[in-house]
């Protein structure tokens, strides 16, 4: 199943981006959908995941004060609201789906292209 995220874009510092992914056809029922984020040259780092079923979320400590994941299970929709952006949130995005909310790439198995975002101070 392809993933498809979009919301990336250029903002400043203490701006506000909401990142949305969806996949045609498919809908997340039973699995775990998470968001990474990836700089050039750096490992894909967990920022977020969601159980799509129950709605339980999980965070990086990195994030947690700034960024909400959310679902729509109506409009088979995820989203990353992220708030207060700083320059060190500038990476790729990527969603991604998996059984369960791993903190690590490896166990999800479908994955998005990508959207990136930068942060200009």
């Known amino acids: 199943v392809q993933l498809q995220a979009s919301g990336g874009g250029l903002v400043q510092v203490g701006d506000s981006l909401r990142l949305s992914c969806t996949a045609s056809?498919?809908?997340?029922?039973?699995?775990?959908m998470a968001w990474f984020r990836q700089d050039p040259g750096k490992d894909r780092e967990f920022v977020a995941a969601i159980r799509w079923n129950a709605g339980t979320t999980y965070c990086s400590d990195s994030v947690k004060t700034r960024f909400t994941i959310s679902r729509d299970t109506d409009k088979n929709m995820v989203y990353l609201q992220m708030n207060s952006l700083r320059p060190e949130d500038t990476a790729t995005y990527y969603c991604?789906?998996?059984?369960?909310?791993?903190?690590?790439?490896?166990?999800?198995?479908?994955w998005g292209q990508g959207t990136l975002v930068t942060v200009s101070s």
């Open positions: 991604a789906r998996g059984w369960h909310p791993a903190l690590i790439p490896g166990p999800y198995y479908d």
């Open positions: 056809g498919h809908t997340f029922s039973s699995s775990v």
